[in-house]
Every structure is written in structure tokens, then in C-alpha cells.
């Protein structure tokens, strides 16, 4: 059972849990929070985050305040290595979409409500779509920001050159070496999707969310659209916005991307 780190009865106050995991990519502790909603909802929001993500920071607090205003069941996580979920021992930093992925996988069994909205952000949206794929009888749909997918494919020529091995390491506060690099993106490539029109066998509704600004081409979002299977796919493109999706304008587009999701259903 999960274990209480902090606890609180004002529903203004995040009340942090604790999950241990300890399987093949080894022990280590998940923290996450989840609220209950209001009314016995049916419908779920579940964040899956980025790279840098934070269940304490703002995307979150945007989401979390989302959800409580519309009385919807809410959780959000912060992945092995980030935020405030620590790894024991035997886990391989290098091996993140697989490790990361079990961490959602896990948090998706204790998320409440029959079925979920799914909020990725960035390399999340990779976590969010393989979720989709794997529990299409749960997830209902999906709002999908900054998509970051097919990672060795979708950087453009002068960041393929960028020592992305440093950008991980800063992230994850850790030494990498170049041949954790090579295994990093061993791991990924197992997470490619084929961009070919319908190719991605994704069927729920979908928003995209993708800023002009992005260090990765805005239109990478029009591609994963058109390879979305799904026939109901928006992209909406901020003009100013860059990849973190902070500013006032892109979070309000991502909390309308849900509410679009929720009038489907």
C-alpha cells in the first residue's frame, strides 16, 4: 500500500504519496499525489510529465487547480530521478523511456476514475502514447504538449550535433558518458512510431499543444497528428510560445485541450 509522506485535509495543500517499486529496473520510491474528486466522477486526469517536470510545479498546479474546479479525479507523479522520487539501488539512468514508462504504468493503477484523460508534456507525450496504446479500454483521451517522439529523427541537424548526453546528465544530476548515451537511445528506438498517416493506432480524442518557438520544429505536432489513427486530432500551435509551455497563454490552451476532451465524452 502506498505510504503517506505528507499529509493534509485542506484540499489547497498537495497531499504527497509514496509508491515502492522493485522489479527489473529496480527499487526505488515513486512520489506521487492524487485527489479524489468530487461526485463519484467517472473521468480521471492523469499527468504524465517531462524530462524537467514536476508534480510540484506549475503545469501541475495548472492541472491540479483544473481538476479541482470541475470536481475530477487528478494525479500527478514525478518520475524516478526527478523531482522528488529517489531510486534505491540497480536502476540504469540510461535505460529512462523503459524505466519511466513502468513508473507510469504503475501510477496508472492508482489513478481514480474508470477512464482518463491523459496530459503529456514533451518526451511524456512518448510515455502518454505508449499508455494509450497499451490500456485503450482506460484512457479516453489525450492532450499532448511539446510532443517529443522518435528522438533521434525529430531534432533538426544542428541539435543532433548538440551534446544531448550533457542535457540529459543536467536533468537527472548525474555523470553520463557517451556510451550510456548509445544505450539511452537503444532504449528509445524501441518507442518509435512510424509517421505515416493513421499509423499510430491511437482512436481516442486528441489535443495537440505545440509552441512556434520550440527548439524542436513546431511542425513535428502536424506530423504525429497526421499519424494519429484517431479522426478527431487538433493542433493548436502558440505563436510566442517556446517548449516549456509556461506562459499564460499556452496553459490556458492546455486546460482547454482537456475541457475540449471532457465536452466529447
Known amino acids: 500500500m502506498p505510504e503517506d509522506v505528507k499529509h493534509s ?8 504519496r509514496e509508491e515502492m517499486i522493485d522489479n527489473q529496473f529496480g ?11 468530487s461526485g463519484g466522477a467517472a473521468v480521471g486526469l492523469f499527468l504524465v510529465p517531462g ?3 514536476s508534480m510540484s510545479g506549475s503545469r501541475a498546479k495548472v492541472l491540479r487547480s483544473f481538476a479541482l474546479t470541475h470536481g475530477l479525479p487528478f494525479l500527478s507523479f514525478d518520475y524516478t530521478y526527478l523531482g522528488s522520487s529517489v531510486a534505491e539501488e540497480h536502476c540504469e539512468p540510461w535505460n529512462l523511456i523503459s524505466l519511466w514508462l513502468d513508473d507510469a504504468r504503475h501510477m496508472l493503477r492508482l489513478a481514480r476514475g474508470r477512464r482518463l484523460v491523459l496530459v503529456g508534456f514533451s518526451i511524456g507525450v512518448t510515455v502518454a502514447l505508449q499508455l494509450a496504446l497499451g490500456h485503450p479500454e482506460r484512457v479516453c483521451g489525450l492532450v499532448l504538449c511539446s510532443p517529443v517522439f ?13 551534446p544531448l548526453i550533457w542535457i540529459i ?10 556510451q550510456h548515451m548509445r544505450k539511452f537511445l537503444r532504449d528509445a528506438a524501441q518507442y518509435k512510431f512510424t509517421l505515416r498517416p493513421d499509423a499510430v493506432p491511437v482512436t481516442c480524442p486528441v489535443r495537440i499543444v505545440q509552441g512556434m518557438q520550440d527548439i524542436f520544429p513546431y511542425t513535428n505536432a502536424i506530423v504525429l497528428g ?10 493548436t500551435l502558440v505563436k510566442a510560445a517556446d517548449h516549456y509551455l509556461l506562459d499564460h497563454g499556452s496553459l490556458d490552451a492546455v ?3 482537456v475541457a475540449c476532451i471532457l465536452a466529447t465524452l
Not at 226 to 235: M, R
Open 27 to 37: 527499487r526505488r520510491a515513486v512520489r506521487y499525489h492524487c485527489s479524489a474528486g
Open 150 to 162: 522518435n528522438i533521434t529523427q525529430i531534432l533538426p541537424p544542428r541539435h543532433r550535433r548538440c
Open 255 to 257: 486546460t482547454r485541450g
Open 226 to 235: 497526421e499519424a494519429l489513427a484517431a479522426s478527431d486530432v487538433t493542433v
Open 51 to 53: 524530462m524537467g517536470g
Open 9 to 16: 485535509n485542506d484540499p489547497c495543500v498537495m497531499d504527497v
Open 169 to 178: 546528465s543536467m536533468f537527472l544530476r548525474c555523470k553520463l558518458s557517451v
